[in-house]
């Protein structure tokens, strides 16, 4: 089958264009046989792949990216790795405690194998830190939401420090926020420099990375799949679809996952006097008390010191969102800059950007085996970092033959749910969106 549509990234990956170059990998030009082919160098794609050089040392593996890698959304994220229950679509992050406990080990599960990738791998420091999180709150709705947030945590008996408006003051260096809900095991990633060294230290004589390679047609013949790209073809007995949502443009999932875009902007580098009115720490990061608020980070790195900002989702079923879209995005990330850094009034975004995300209607992955020897790691429900390096690794398990609680989990859960007809799903998803967006108030 011909795939119906490549991946689209509007605007530059600021995470990746903020490092030194570097040289491409190759880009495939011949056919080739392999083991094991990994469509897709996102988390899902490159833990899939790790796992299965650890677990297959004589399996000669290839990953086909599309893009440059780290250019697509596993490079253009912001980087929160988050271990707790972080459901978007809930009004506090939080859910059913017993679920919880089963998410909470999976995520840490996830973390563990990205640490372990991190350390054998000498990947830099600066790609993976453990340092915590805080859920920032700035109106009395965020605090409310911190506050059950903060009692659902204790129920699940997971540590965590409220902050006070003075104590964010300290941190950040502005005074917008009312106060905090500091959460130590989240990992804070340079995506792109993760990604990318990644795709630097994986490669060996049995691993291969193809990048600017999109798989444009994938069929099986013969008890082998064929994977096409513009210049060359693979052929390799089991496939591992890492694509997110680009598994339904392979025929797979039809009309049972949400594309949805989100969207950030990054400053200019800031100068020494720009960090002295700022004041604060040099690196930090705030999710919002509410899902649909603004997302803040703070670096400091071989990138610069820098300040982002991320906000707004729009559903785009074209997974594909317009210029008219983009533009009004980025005026709300201006606004939602200088409402906080007022002090910053000189800094203007040097990068704004978007990325795709795919959500499910009942949160759960598009995951399993499709076709025979054709497996799905998708579906990350905008939590990719963590769920699509679980996903990924779970996925080279499963067609592996291995079994474990962490298949079993996944198998056991429902199939995503389908989207209702159009218009129905389009207005819904709007209403939805401008609804959460408008009730987010401060925290947007
Ligand atoms: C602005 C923004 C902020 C975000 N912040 C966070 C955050 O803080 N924390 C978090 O956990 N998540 C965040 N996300 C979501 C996260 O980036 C995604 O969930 C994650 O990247 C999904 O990982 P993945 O490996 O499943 O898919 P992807 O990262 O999308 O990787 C899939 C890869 O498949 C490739 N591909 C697609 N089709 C083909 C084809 N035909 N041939 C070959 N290759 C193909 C794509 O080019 C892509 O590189 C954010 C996303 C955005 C856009």
């Given at each position: 089958m011909k795939v119906?549509?490549?991946?689209?990234?509007?605007?530059?990956?600021?995470?990746?264009?903020?490092?030194?170059?570097?040289?491409?990998?190759?880009?495939l030009?011949a056919q080739e046989t392999a083991d094991w082919l990994v469509i897709?160098?996102?988390?899902?794609?490159?833990?899939?792949?790790?796992?299965?050089?650890?677990?297959?040392?004589?399996?000669?593996?290839i990953?086909l990216?599309?893009?440059?890698?780290?250019?697509?959304?596993?490079?253009?994220?912001?980087?929160?790795?988050?271990?707790?229950?972080?459901?978007?679509?809930?009004?506090?992050?939080?859910?059913?405690?017993?679920?919880?406990?089963?998410?909470?080990?999976?995520?840490?599960?996830?973390?563990?194998?990205?640490?372990?990738?991190?350390?054998?791998?000498?990947?830099?420091?600066?790609?993976?830190?453990?340092?915590?999180?805080?859920?920032?709150?700035?109106?009395?709705?965020?605090?409310?939401?911190?506050?059950?947030?903060?009692?659902?945590?204790?129920?699940?008996?997971?540590?965590?420090?409220?902050?006070?408006?003075?104590?964010?003051?300290?941190?950040?260096?502005?005074?917008?926020?009312?106060?905090?809900?500091?959460?130590?095991?989240?990992?804070?990633?340079?995506?792109?420099?993760?990604?990318?060294?990644?795709?630097?230290?994986?490669?060996?004589?049995?691993?291969?990375?193809y990048?600017?390679s999109p798989v444009v047609a994938l069929q099986r013949k013969d008890g082998l799949w064929q994977a096409k790209t513009p210049k060359g073809s693979i052929r390799a007995p089991k496939v591992?679809l890492?694509?997110?949502?680009?598994?339904?443009?392979f025929g797979?999932?039809?009309?049972?996952?949400?594309?949805?875009?989100?969207?950030?902007?990054?400053?200019?580098?800031?100068?020494?006097?720009?960090?002295?009115?700022?004041?604060?720490?040099?690196?930090?990061?705030?999710?919002?008390?509410?899902?649909?608020?603004?997302?803040?980070?703070?670096?400091?790195?071989?990138?610069?010191?820098?300040?982002?900002?991320?906000?707004?989702?729009?559903?785009?079923?074209?997974?594909?969102?317009?210029?008219?879209?983009?533009?009004?995005?980025?005026?709300?990330?201006?606004?939602?800059?200088?409402?906080?850094?007022?002090?910053?009034?000189?800094?203007?975004?040097?990068?704004?950007?978007?990325?795709?995300?795919?959500?499910?209607?009942?949160?759960?992955?598009?995951?399993?085996?499709?076709e025979d020897g054709l497996?799905?790691?998708?579906?990350?429900?905008?939590?990719?970092?963590?769920?699509?390096?679980?996903?990924?690794?779970?996925?080279?398990?499963?067609?592996?033959?291995?079994?474990?609680?962490?298949?079993?989990?996944?198998?056991?859960?429902?199939?995503?749910?389908?989207?209702?007809?159009?218009?129905?799903?389009?207005?819904?998803?709007?209403?939805?969106?401008?609804?959460?967006?408008?009730?987010?108030?401060?925290?947007?």
């Amino acid at each position: 089958m011909k795939v119906k549509a490549l991946p689209h990234n509007p605007g530059p990956a600021a995470w990746n264009a903020i490092l030194p170059k570097q040289d491409s990998l190759h880009s495939l030009s011949a056919q080739e046989t392999a083991d094991w082919l990994v469509i897709g160098a996102g988390f899902a794609g490159l833990s899939a792949a790790r796992r299965l050089q650890i677990e297959a040392p004589n399996d000669r593996i290839i990953i086909l990216e599309a893009k440059g890698l780290a250019e697509g959304p596993a490079g253009r994220n912001s980087g929160f790795m988050i271990d707790l229950p972080h459901d978007l679509t809930s009004d506090d992050y939080g859910g059913q405690i017993d679920k919880d406990r089963i998410t909470i080990a999976q995520n840490r599960l996830a973390i563990d194998f990205a640490r372990d990738m991190v350390e054998t791998l000498h990947l830099p420091s600066e790609a993976f830190r453990e340092v915590g999180k805080i859920n920032a709150a700035a109106s009395e709705k965020g605090l409310k939401h911190n506050g059950e947030y903060a009692a659902h945590l204790n129920n699940l008996g997971e540590p965590h420090a409220v902050l006070d408006a003075q104590e964010m003051q300290e941190i950040t260096g502005i005074s917008y926020y009312q106060g905090g809900l500091f959460t130590p095991g989240a990992v804070m990633l340079q995506p792109a420099l993760y990604i990318r060294s990644l795709g630097a230290k994986l490669p060996s004589n049995r691993l291969r990375i193809y990048e600017n390679s999109p798989v444009v047609a994938l069929q099986r013949k013969d008890g082998l799949w064929q994977a096409k790209t513009p210049k060359g073809s693979i052929r390799a007995p089991k496939v591992i679809l890492a694509v997110n949502g680009h598994v339904e443009n392979f025929g797979q999932f039809s009309r049972q996952l949400v594309h949805v875009f989100t969207y950030a902007s990054m400053t200019r580098a800031l100068s020494s006097e720009d960090c002295a009115k700022l004041g604060g720490h040099p690196d930090w990061g705030l999710t919002p008390a509410d899902p649909l608020g603004t997302t803040v980070r703070r670096i400091s790195g071989d990138g610069g010191d820098r300040i982002i900002v991320r906000n707004r989702f729009t559903y785009e079923p074209s997974m594909m969102p317009s210029a008219r879209v983009q533009k009004s995005v980025y005026r709300t990330h201006i606004q939602s800059f200088a409402a906080r850094f007022p002090m910053l009034k000189s800094v203007a975004m040097e990068y704004q950007w978007g990325g795709h995300l795919t959500l499910s209607l009942n949160n759960v992955a598009a995951f399993g085996e499709v076709e025979d020897g054709l497996f799905s790691a998708c579906c990350q429900n905008g939590l990719g970092t963590v769920k699509g390096t679980l996903h990924g690794l779970a996925a080279a398990d499963l067609a592996m033959g291995r079994d474990n609680d962490l298949i079993r989990q996944l198998q056991s859960a429902p199939a995503p749910k389908h989207l209702p007809p159009e218009p129905i799903a389009t207005l819904g998803a709007a209403l939805r969106l401008c609804w959460g967006e408008l009730r987010a108030g401060k925290e947007l």
